[in-house]
């Protein structure tokens, strides 16, 4: 788990069902994600709302392990603890607690990565993880926010009205998968 007061990351021994948290690769990289969001977010002069934290903690680690599994050989049965690989709905289909809610934003972003993969192979996938990172910059509070944040990213000429270059990548992987209102 992240602790914000003390800015560390804490890990769990193996228990009779789970792994030692510190051995599993994408929990390592989900719980420095939260540290890598609250400090930027916190830098902007704002707070990262829980799921959005969750979430978009999810979407590091993904974007680390190159996988939509959150968390792999958490249990020590080979499981998982989430996947973004999700149909979630916005704005709770998957409910209200802060890790399911995050699988909203995770899904997005996992969509959208892979039509950028679909479109231009690795090149692609290493596009849409520098505007996972670089948006936290604008500390987005919900996934609207977060689209339009990567849309302004994405834009060559200062305009969005006119759309950007990968703009239904962005719809489809938002709103036509996951019914996030488009900007």
């Known amino acids: 788990f992240y602790s914000p007061s003390a800015h560390s990351i804490n890990f769990y021994v193996q228990s009779g069902t789970c792994s030692n948290t510190a051995t599993v690769a994408g929990v390592?990289?989900?719980?420095?994600?939260?540290?890598?969001?609250?400090?930027v977010y916190n830098a902007a002069g704002f707070g990262v709302p829980g799921y959005m934290g969750e979430g978009l903690s999810d979407c590091q680690g993904g974007a680390c392990e190159d996988t939509s599994l959150v968390g792999p050989g958490f249990f020590l049965t080979g499981g998982a603890v989430r996947n973004m690989n999700n149909t979630?709905?916005?704005?709770?289909?998957?409910?209200?607690?802060?890790?399911?809610?995050?699988?909203?934003i995770g899904g997005c972003y996992w969509h959208t990565r892979v039509q950028f993969f679909n479109a231009f192979g690795a090149t692609g996938k290493t596009q849409m993880d520098g505007y996972l990172y670089r948006h936290f910059l604008g500390a987005p509070q919900n996934e609207i926010e977060s689209v339009s944040?990567?849309?302004a990213l994405d834009d060559n000429d200062g305009n969005l009205a006119n759309g950007t270059p990968n703009m239904a990548k962005?719809?489809?992987?938002?709103?036509?998968?996951?019914?996030?209102p488009f900007p």
């Open 170 to 180: 962005f719809y489809t992987g938002f709103t036509t998968l996951h019914g996030v």
């Open 149 to 151: 944040d990567m849309l």
């Open 28 to 39: 390592v990289e989900h719980e420095y994600g939260h540290g890598v969001t609250t400090r």
């Open 88 to 104: 979630c709905q916005y704005p709770t289909s998957c409910g209200t607690e802060i890790h399911a809610r995050g699988l909203l």
